[in-house]
């Protein structure tokens, strides 16, 4: 079996959408929700809703892709209002909420929000989005991050877990953790796209991207590693009590599997659903089941976190 837990809250299996990508809208949503997907999380909402960046603001790679979409969204009142009627109507699964704001003020706005609309389920709240210009990732300042987990949790008591950016220093691992474990945080999800990259077109000589000049969050396989990196240092960090949502260049079992192994309780697809679509959580659960098979592995438990060292 794959299946998994979130703060005691039970999924079929471990697989599901990274925020930002199927999870625009009712419809989008909706075939996540039909397809073999533990779960989905829908696109950041912020206060009111947002058209993002001029097009062309996504492109795909032979190795992943580039975005710079900033945060288009329906505003977080309409992602609340289905999901809760989607949770009425089912209801043994559970849900993600995602949601961000552009100050702490903004994220105690919107988490007073999520409590009154009476959502049961799993609020992500996103510290780490690269491309709204002019406003910085907020996962890389140390204090700012604990300064707004410190007032979130004096304003919000349900399951609340946090996007990160990637890090890439081992001190920033210990710092950030450090400051993570001082909260009633559910989970922590690594990583967030790598923030800023250039793609270019050779031939004419050309960005790929309108916003930015072509600067962009890097998605794909350019991230397994440091999304690997970044699961497995805050595995060996963090409280047992908080626990990791893997995200970052899964596009197949070996990759899921990998990402549990470094200590993820849940994995998310963002890239590879793009290309695929939600099919790709039939085929993912297929072989993942498949390579647990051959190890003669039958529950997560058996290997999650269990990474060998030389
Ligand atoms: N893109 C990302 O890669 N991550 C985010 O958190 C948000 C966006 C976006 O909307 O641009």
Redesign the pocket.
């Given at each position: 079996s794959t299946a998994t837990k979130i703060a005691q809250k039970k999924f079929d299996n471990c697989i599901m959408n990274a925020?930002?990508v199927w999870c625009y809208d009712e419809k989008e949503l909706s075939a996540l929700d039909k397809s073999e997907a533990a779960s989905f999380v829908t696109?950041?909402g912020t206060l009111e809703s947002r058209k993002?960046?001029p097009k062309p603001?996504y492109f795909e790679t032979d190795l992943g892709s580039i975005?710079?979409?900033?945060?288009?969204?329906q505003g977080l009142e309409y992602y609340l209002n289905f999901v809760n009627k989607v949770q009425e109507q089912n209801p043994n699964k559970n849900y993600f909420v995602s949601c961000?704001g552009f100050n702490v003020q903004e994220d105690v706005l919107l988490l007073e929000e999520v409590k009154k609309s009476g959502f049961k389920g799993i609020v992500e709240l996103?510290l780490?989005?690269?491309?709204?210009p002019g406003k910085p990732q907020t996962g890389y300042d140390f204090e700012t991050v604990d300064m707004i987990l410190q007032t979130v949790f004096e304003n919000y008591e349900g399951l609340l877990g946090v996007?990160l950016p990637p890090y890439f220093d081992i001190v920033h691992f210990d710092q950030m953790a450090k400051i993570l474990n001082k909260y009633p945080l559910t989970y922590i999800n690594s990583v967030?796209?790598i923030?800023n990259g250039l793609y270019i077109d050779e031939e004419q000589e050309k960005v790929v991207i309108k916003p930015k000049n072509g600067f962009?969050?890097i998605?794909g396989d350019y991230i397994k590693p440091t999304a690997l990196a970044n699961v497995h240092a805050f595995y060996q960090r963090l409280d047992s009590r908080i626990q990791i949502i893997g995200t970052g260049g899964i596009k197949t079992g070996r990759d899921v599997f990998e990402h549990i192994l470094c200590g993820a309780s849940m994995v998310q697809v963002?890239t590879a659903l793009m290309k695929e679509g939600p099919s790709i959580f039939r085929r993912l659960t297929r072989e993942l089941e498949a390579i647990m098979r051959s190890k003669g592995y039958e529950k997560l438990s058996d290997f999650k976190g269990k990474l060998k060292y030389m």
């Open positions: 925020s930002g696109k950041s993002g960046n603001r975005n710079s979409m900033g945060l288009p969204n961000t996103n780490s989005c690269p491309n709204v996007k967030n796209s923030g962009g969050g998605g963002g």
